[in-house]
């Protein structure tokens, strides 16, 4: 997997075997537990049918939320979706290391697919540290002697050094799936130092992540131009001595992103190349009116039409587009423009296009015509934001480590 060297599965035997594949369909839900988003699971489906088709049997693993969030519930539904893609039965397990999952493990024949529940029931999974560590797990202990391959396909949880993703590539010949090879080969491409201008569009509401992926991105000299909207666009402004008015200082207060703004000024006094909007999108006892930056009276809630303009201008004109995190608050129709605007020019433009984050994703329209050839929609979000900022990820170095076709 170019000068990564990853496994990927055609540098493994994979034939026949009894194969343990780590996915992540880790989905949103709703208050009843209910998935509302499959797309992290439809994105597996190839990876799990090649697998099958090449007569292995295969026991899925994968976490959903964490413990104490709302999120983290069992993956029966999981299932069920999986058996619904791949037209194919998939037994849930209610159990992860037990006797009850070694046993149908054990008894699992070839063609045949089990769905582990939770992977985080297993406390282990939530430690965070190095592979020579997480081989002697129990979970990794239990689970790998009952595997002649382990293959990760969870490019979206790449970035946590968690046993299910850093252990067994110790423990097993290990290779990268087809979800981990195209995000990674894909995403590579935008380190191509040939391929300039490059432009992150950044906004959301992840401003803590998003202002360490942009020192990164700024330090590591790798974006050209670095567009902000969101809640990101708002720190900024504020940092450049722009005043937005009392209310949006107070959301900005509340949320803690006020604390950020000395190293928001820092990056600006540095020349980092973060352009912010000259208007935005506000509303003010209900109505929906566009105001210029710096006389800012509303509640901002996206960018304004001259800014998502001049922002389409550079997107059209940039070798590499990234786009994540939305431009407003695109829940609510009336502030989806802004980030509508500048998911058309990337999709218009001539550069490659990297599209990452649910929001953003959900952003774009049935109608938005996509080229598959120059257009990667990312399953990661957390994991794609440090691959672009240049960091390592746990996920890959892991795989890097593991023995190519040890098993032969
Ligand atoms: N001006 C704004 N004020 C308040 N919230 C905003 C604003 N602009 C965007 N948001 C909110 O940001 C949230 C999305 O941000 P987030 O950083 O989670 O992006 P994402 O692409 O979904 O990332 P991920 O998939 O990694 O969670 C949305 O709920 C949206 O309403
Ligand atoms: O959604 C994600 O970013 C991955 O599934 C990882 O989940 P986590 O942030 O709970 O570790």
């Given at each position: 997997m170019?000068?990564?060297?990853?496994?990927?599965?055609?540098?493994?035997?994979?034939?026949?075997?009894?194969?343990?594949?780590?996915?992540?369909?880790?989905?949103?839900?709703?208050?009843?537990?209910?998935?509302?988003?499959?797309?992290?699971?439809?994105?597996?489906?190839?990876?799990?049918?090649?697998?099958?088709?090449?007569?292995?049997?295969?026991?899925?693993?994968?976490?959903?939320?964490?413990?104490?969030?709302?999120?983290?519930?069992?993956?029966?539904?999981?299932?069920?979706?999986?058996?619904?893609?791949?037209?194919?039965?998939?037994?849930?397990?209610?159990?992860?290391?037990?006797?009850?999952?070694?046993?149908?493990?054990?008894?699992?024949?070839?063609n045949?697919?089990?769905?582990?529940?939770?992977?985080?029931l297993?406390?282990?999974?939530?430690?965070?540290?190095?592979?020579?560590?997480?081989?002697?797990?129990?979970?990794?202990?239990?689970?790998?002697?009952?595997?002649?391959?382990?293959?990760?396909?969870?490019?979206?949880?790449?970035?946590?050094?968690?046993?299910?993703?850093?252990?067994?590539?110790?423990?097993?010949?290990?290779?990268?799936?087809?979800?981990?090879?195209?995000?990674?080969?894909?995403?590579?491409?935008?380190?191509n130092?040939?391929?300039?201008?490059?432009?992150?569009?950044?906004?959301?509401?992840?401003?803590?992540?998003?202002?360490?992926?942009?020192?990164n991105?700024?330090r590591?000299?790798?974006?050209d131009?670095?567009?902000?909207?969101?809640?990101?666009?708002?720190?900024?402004?504020?940092?450049?001595?722009?005043?937005?008015n009392?209310?949006?200082?107070?959301?900005?207060?509340?949320?803690?992103?006020?604390?950020?703004?000395?190293?928001?000024?820092?990056?600006?006094?540095?020349?980092?190349?973060?352009?912010?909007?000259?208007?935005?999108?506000?509303?003010?006892?209900?109505?929906?009116?566009?105001?210029?930056?710096?006389?800012?009276?509303?509640?901002?809630?996206?960018?304004?039409?001259?800014?998502a303009?001049?922002?389409?201008?550079?997107?059209?004109?940039?070798?590499?587009?990234?786009?994540?995190?939305?431009?407003?608050?695109?829940?609510?129709?009336?502030?989806?423009?802004?980030?509508?605007?500048?998911?058309?020019?990337?999709l218009?433009?001539?550069?490659?296009?990297?599209?990452?984050?649910?929001?953003?994703?959900?952003?774009?329209?049935?109608?938005?015509?996509?080229?598959?050839?120059?257009?990667?929609?990312?399953?990661?979000?957390?994991?794609?934001?440090?691959?672009?900022?240049?960091?390592?990820?746990?996920?890959?170095?892991?795989?890097?480590?593991?023995?190519?076709?040890?098993?032969?």
């Open positions: 170019g000068d990564l060297t990853i496994p990927t599965m055609d540098d493994i035997d994979i034939r026949s075997k009894k194969v343990l594949l780590r996915i992540d369909i880790n989905s949103p839900v709703d208050e009843n537990g209910k998935i509302i988003d499959d797309s992290r699971i439809k994105a597996h489906i190839g990876t799990i049918k090649e697998l099958v088709d090449k007569g292995n049997s295969v026991v899925l693993i994968s976490h959903q939320g964490r413990p104490g969030d709302k999120d983290f519930i069992s993956l029966e539904e999981h299932a069920k979706l999986i058996s619904k893609y791949l037209d194919r039965e998939v037994v849930f397990v209610e159990d992860v290391i037990g006797p009850y999952a070694r046993e149908m493990i054990k008894k699992l024949e070839n045949g697919i089990l769905l582990l529940d939770n992977i985080r297993i406390s282990e999974e939530l430690i965070e540290a190095p592979p020579q560590q997480h081989v002697k797990t129990f979970l990794v202990r239990k689970l790998a002697p009952l595997f002649d391959v382990y293959v990760n396909d969870a490019f979206a949880t790449s970035h946590r050094s968690q046993p299910s993703i850093v252990g067994f590539p110790l423990a097993l010949p290990s290779a990268a799936g087809r979800v981990m090879e195209r995000e990674v080969s894909a995403l590579a491409r935008i380190f130092a040939e391929d300039t201008p490059k432009i992150f569009t950044l906004g959301g509401g992840k401003v803590h992540d998003t202002i360490r992926i942009i020192e991105l700024v590591k000299r790798i974006a131009r670095i567009l902000t909207g969101g809640l990101v666009a708002e720190l900024f402004s504020v940092a450049k001595g722009i005043n937005l009392p209310k949006n200082m107070e959301i900005l207060e509340k949320l803690g992103i006020l604390s950020l703004i000395p190293r928001a000024r820092k990056l600006l006094l540095s020349g980092a190349p973060i352009e912010i909007p000259v208007d935005y999108k506000v509303e003010i006892n209900g109505n929906v009116m566009e105001e210029p930056a710096s006389k800012v009276t509303g509640v901002i809630k996206d960018i304004g039409s001259t800014t303009e001049i922002y389409s201008s550079f997107i059209k004109d940039a070798k590499v587009v990234v786009l994540r995190g939305p431009m407003g608050v695109i829940e609510d129709e009336r502030f989806k423009s802004g980030s509508k605007s500048v998911l058309k020019a990337s218009e433009g001539q550069g490659y296009v990297i599209i990452g984050g649910g929001h953003m994703i959900s952003a774009l329209d049935k109608d938005m015509k996509i080229d598959s050839s120059k257009v990667h929609i990312s399953t990661g979000g957390g994991a794609l934001l440090l691959f672009l900022s240049g960091e390592r990820l746990p996920a890959l170095e892991a795989l890097s480590m593991s023995v190519v076709n040890s098993s032969d």
